[in-house]
């Protein structure tokens, strides 16, 4: 073989496995929910595939499709020496996160209270942050997958808010973009969702839930 063959193979090499070998007790996932396509991108119901987005964003990591494997588009991101972040998009469509959810945390071998789900909140004013460590899903179909899919609602999730619909048009809210009065703020709101999430991985729920449960900027 020449010299230029094996050049030209060792660089065409496959990247390596995102998600193997990482240690479950260092490792974190935070899961945005979101609807693939770039027709739902800059919906209000892809606030969650933002917020992942923007912390993938901030450690230059780089997203790759799993989908064959987790159903999701995966990121990695070491934000200290002592965690692993993995980011993950489900590319299952709203209604059906909780497969992508169900097939991570068994891939990495985590349980669901190290999985963080963040996602968008009608019931919540614009710009309303609100961290939980369980409950119920309330009316929302991404998340009652996810419950109904692991089979607990004991699972850390990060709701943002995108203001209530009008009786009656729920679905065509949560679809349609933000106002240009809202959309100045969006990316303000992403960026505290982010930095939650991070809070949460990191510091840990406690810390997270008193800086970031507040209906006005922290």
């Avoid at 964003?57 to 070491?78: C, E, N």
């Avoid at 995108?162 to 960026?191: C, K, M, N, W, Y």
Wanted: include cysteine; charge should be negative.
């Amino acid at each position: 073989m020449s010299l230029f063959d094996f050049l030209r193979r060792l660089f065409a090499r496959a990247p390596a496995e995102p998600l193997t070998g990482l240690d479950p007790e260092t490792t974190r996932l935070i899961v945005g929910l979101g609807n693939p396509g770039p027709e739902y991108a800059e919906t209000r119901h892809n606030v969650g595939f933002r917020c992942v987005e923007e912390i993938a964003r901030r450690f230059g990591a780089t997203w790759q499709d799993k989908t064959s494997v987790v159903g999701s588009l995966v990121a990695v991101a070491h934000p200290t020496p002592d965690i692993t972040l993995v980011l993950a998009k489900p590319q299952t469509f709203m209604n059906r996160s909780g497969t992508a959810v169900k097939d991570l945390l068994e891939f990495l071998n985590l349980p669901s209270e190290r999985c963080l789900v963040v996602y968008d909140e009608m019931d919540l004013p614009f710009g309303t942050l609100r961290l939980r460590e369980r409950g119920s899903p309330g009316g929302h179909n991404g998340m009652g997958s996810v419950v109904r899919s692991l089979g607990t609602d004991n699972i850390p999730r990060l709701r943002i808010g995108i203001s209530q619909a009008s009786p009656g048009e729920a679905t065509s809210h949560v679809l349609s973009e933000f106002t240009p009065d809202e959309r100045a703020a969006v990316a303000e709101l992403v960026a505290r969702a982010a930095d939650a999430a991070m809070a949460w991985a990191i510091e840990g729920p406690e810390t997270a839930m008193n800086r970031y449960n507040s209906s006005v900027k922290a």
